[in-house]
């Protein structure tokens, strides 16, 4: 017979889980750039909210430990997959046209270029624009200072700014 605690679990996590699997997907997608990995990631910390969900305190808490915990997994997964080759920027040939204003292409062109930043700063980037978190919370789920993540955000904008400029893209 399932005790009342038990039910009351799977009731929490099948809520849990309906309530933050987008979150959770959004982080691994936006990334890796690879669905079926992100789908593999969510899965797996599921899995883990599942095996670890008596120690969560509360709602709030849960959520902060999954977009935590699908963070380490995205970085972990990026690390595994170190034997795919790897484009420098300065490699990837020039536009020979200026993209249009509102171009589709540029979107596929910054997430190519913010894929070629290194791990922490890349994070960063996808937690602060795609996941539209203040710095503070990124810090606090990255486990890393904040000035450090402010530092990742700038850097890594002058970086993008300038790769899009050496492209022609944004002059004006």
């Known amino acids: 017979m399932i005790g009342l605690t038990a039910v009351r679990q799977a009731c929490d996590f099948g809520e849990l889980m309906r309530e933050h699997r987008a979150m959770v997907f959004s982080v ?12 593999e990631i969510a899965q797996d910390v599921f899995l883990s909210l599942h095996k670890n969900l008596s120690s969560l305190e509360s709602p709030l808490h849960a959520g902060f430990w999954l ?12 690390r595994k ?6 484009v420098a920027l300065d490699d990837v040939a020039e536009p020979s046209v200026k993209p249009a204003a509102g171009d589709p292409m540029l979107g596929g ?22 996941e539209d978190l203040d710095p503070t919370e ?14 990742h955000i ?7 700014r ?6 022609g893209v944004g002059e004006r």
Not at 67 to 78: G, L, Y
Not at 81 to 86: F, L
Not at 154 to 160: F, P, T, Y
Not at 162 to 167: A, D, G, I, T
């Open 154 to 160: 700038q850097r890594s904008l002058a970086l993008l």
């Open 109 to 130: 062109m910054l997430r190519r270029l913010i894929a070629t930043l290194p791990e922490a700063p890349r994070m960063a980037m996808v937690l602060r624009y795609q």
């Open 81 to 86: 997959r170190q034997r795919r080759p790897q």
């Open 138 to 151: 990124i810090s606090e789920i990255m486990g890393i200072p904040l000035g450090t993540v402010k530092s």
């Open 162 to 167: 300038e790769k899009l400029e050496r492209r």
């Open 28 to 39: 691994a997608y936006h990334f890796l750039h690879d669905r079926d990995l992100a789908d």
């Open 67 to 78: 977009r935590k915990v699908a963070v380490q997994r995205s970085i972990d997964a990026s």
